[in-house]
């Protein structure tokens, strides 16, 4: 056997590597045609290059495509028709200082709680953290979280009023909520020194051809008219054409607003006749059940939100927030004792917002 013919040596080799090359062709065609059923972005590894049908094209090893996060996030807490609540949070607004007691975001939750109809909406709610603290502290609470990256810029302290950073924070807010709108979500977006004492969607207008209803610091009596001061704490938008337009009008005007913060380039947009412009419909709501520090609702058997407005520091806001809660609880342990709200209500009045009224002086 050792001294076989050199020819059937041959023969044999020849034979062995047609087997080889046969193998290897098969292989590649089985690659490429089982590529053609695995989902796209999925994970395929290759331990041979096979040869390509072009040669400039090189063989990359996939890895899976995480999907759209924010996506993901608001179809987690959408209420059924595409709806969220939003709110934006920083550490500022997030953890405790060493003399405090209790934080705005505390404060915040604790409305959801106290409020009549309003727990089961925390699973609806949105918290959009600027900052790795208050996105833990969101995730400690168990609440739906969102982490916007802020491309290096530190939105953790706090900001106060109308300061430079103030104003870069609020750009931020606008820009991402027009992502929101972007991808077909309609939402109540509240900042997080509003209370929720009641479930504010009884008391929004269920007209869908309204395409904004937004806060006022004074309401004039006449929901239709543009020239109520706004506010943009809070305020329900529906996802359409009109209202992307709307925000993305209203965020490219940043760079030519020095000085000003987004609430007022949008007032001015409002006056300047942007909502005819865009055919929108837009409701100022009543501050009688939308209410604020600017000014009071005068009946606690209607109030719907209280916003910590004409204030200037958090330590001010939280203050004065408390004894909102405060002045709630002893509504709810009365009412609990009468016949009807409407008795209860009647001569209830709010504590006065002394830490805010002090806190324009320093």
Known sequence: MDNQPKHFSIVSNIAFLSLLLASVVYLCI???SSSLINPPFSFQKHDAQCPSKNPSTTTTTTSN?????????????????????????????????VKADTTMLDLFIESFWQGEDTRH???????????QTAYDRCQFLRL?????????????????YMSQDFIKMMWTRTWFLLEVLKRGYSFIFTDTDVLWLRNPFSRLSKNETEDLQISTDNFFGDPWNEKHPINTGFYHIRSNNKTIALFDRWYTMKDNATGQKEQDVLFDLIRGGIIGQLGLRVRFLDTLYFSGFCQDSKDFGAVTTVHANCCRSIVAKVKDLKAVLQDWKQFKKTTAQKTTAGLAAYGFQWSRHWGCKKSWKS
Do not use: W
């Open 65 to 97: 495509v995480a999907p759209d996060e924010l996506l993901a996030t608001l179809d987690k807490a959408s209420i059924g028709n595409k709806t969220v609540i939003i709110a934006v949070i920083n550490k500022a607004y997030a953890d405790q200082e």
């Open 30 to 32: 089985r690659s490429s």
């Open 144 to 160: 739906n979280c969102y982490r916007l990256e802020t491309d290096g810029v530190d939105f953790g302290g706090e900001k106060l």
């Open 121 to 131: 909406l925390l699973d609806h709610l949105v918290l959009v953290a600027v900052d």
